[in-house]
Nanobody, 121 residues
Framework: QVQLVESGGGLVQAGGSLRLSCAAS????????MGWYRQAPGKQRELVAG???????NYADSVKGRFTISRDNAKNTVYLQMNSLIPEDTAVYYC???????????????WGQGTQVTVSS
């Protein structure tokens, strides 16, 4: 079984920082794109940041200049460094990965269980 496990969420004051981690484990032979999404109450899930296997990144306009996504391919782990947090960043953050379990499988999308980030004003 493949699992994506997030960590690092919590409560922080506006202007503070948090670092999220997401480790993929299980039978994995290759990971393509990885990313972070978030969903605030009453809103749709949105892409926060993505990173390709080669390290090319993209960000939502609302987080550019404040958030940084990175990955450690040797550890099958993706990170999200969040600085200058604002209350509007409050949401459940989910990591996602497009990965392949073996040569007989195609690349498939997997999701973590989510971690709560709350920014107080």
């Amino acid at each position: 079984q493949v699992q994506l496990v997030e960590s690092g969420g919590g409560l922080v004051q506006a202007g503070g920082s948090l670092r999220l981690s997401c480790a993929a484990s299980g039978r994995i032979i290759s990971i393509d794109d990885m990313g972070w999404y978030r969903q605030a109450p009453g809103k749709q899930r949105e892409l926060v940041a993505g990173i390709t296997s080669g390290g090319i990144t993209n960000y939502a306009d609302s987080v550019k200049g404040r958030f940084t996504i990175s990955r450690d391919n040797a550890k099958n782990t993706v990170y999200l460094q969040m600085n200058s947090l604002i209350p509007e960043d409050t949401a459940v953050y989910y990591c996602a990965a497009k990965l392949r379990r073996s040569l007989i499988y195609r690349f498939e999308d997997y999701w973590g269980q989510g971690t709560q980030v709350t920014v107080s004003s």
